[in-house]
């Protein structure tokens, strides 16, 4: 069965972590960049989670998981010691028409979390389908080499230059090509080159003497 790749935007939605440990912690560190709103169930959490938290960046409910919990969620993630609960947390969340993950259960997941290369708003999603996420990761790490970190400042200049060329009347076509110039590789490139220069330029120091007024 073939997945389907996308991506949601949580900002605003209900999101419900069950557990409290470094998986769970995990998840909850990328919830958290998403803007959703989200509920963490556990008697006991790492300091890190409870840390969130204290700072209101999410809410924790000091307990086990009750059904009641999935009142109004629109995805849930589980990460804890009981497979029971992990089948009833499943069980009802489909019921519910909600989107459950249950951590390294494929047979109990709606989704799967890939191994992700983030770049600013460039975003690399990489799934072998809960095959194999160790794979996943190594060809993560190869992107790493491949796209580096210059890329999320270059794909912000990307957007106020393409931003400018949709607000000309162009023809289509003409349109068309000067967007797809924009993200050229050779576009990329020249970027990366005043960018080296600039780096260059910062560091090089200034050793001009300046003698007395005469």
């Known amino acids: 069965m073939r997945l389907f790749p996308l991506f949601l935007k949580l900002r605003g939605r209900h999101c419900l972590v069950v557990g409290g440990g470094k998986i769970s912690e995990g998840k909850v560190a990328g919830l958290l960049s998403t803007g959703a709103r989200i509920t963490l169930v556990s008697p006991e959490v790492t300091p890190r989670i409870a840390a969130w938290h204290r700072r209101g960046q999410l809410h924790w409910k000091k307990r086990k998981f009750r059904v009641t919990d999935l009142k109004g969620v629109f995805l849930v993630v589980a990460a804890t010691s009981s497979s029971r609960s992990h089948q009833v947390i499943f069980r009802q969340a489909r019921k519910r028409g909600i989107l459950c993950n249950?951590?390294?259960?494929?047979?109990?997941?709606?989704?799967?979390?890939?191994?992700?290369?983030?770049?600013?708003?460039?975003?690399?999603?990489i799934s072998t389908g809960g095959a194999s996420p160790t794979l996943a990761k190594r060809i993560r790490k190869q992107f790493e080499n491949i796209f580096g970190r210059e890329y999320g400042p270059w794909l912000k200049a990307l957007a106020r230059k393409r931003k400018v060329i949709l607000g000309r009347n162009l023809a289509p076509a003409h349109r068309m090509q000067l967007l797809e110039e924009l993200a050229a590789e050779e576009s990329f490139?020249?970027?990366?080159?005043?960018?080296?220069?600039?780096?260059?330029?910062?560091?090089?120091?200034?050793?001009a003497h300046q003698g007395p007024d005469l």
């Open 102 to 125: 249950i951590v390294d259960i494929p047979e109990l997941c709606d989704f799967y979390y890939p191994a992700v290369l983030q770049r600013g708003n460039l975003q690399i999603a």
């Open 189 to 207: 490139a020249d970027y990366r080159q005043r960018l080296l220069k600039n780096k260059r330029a910062a560091r090089t120091p200034n050793h």
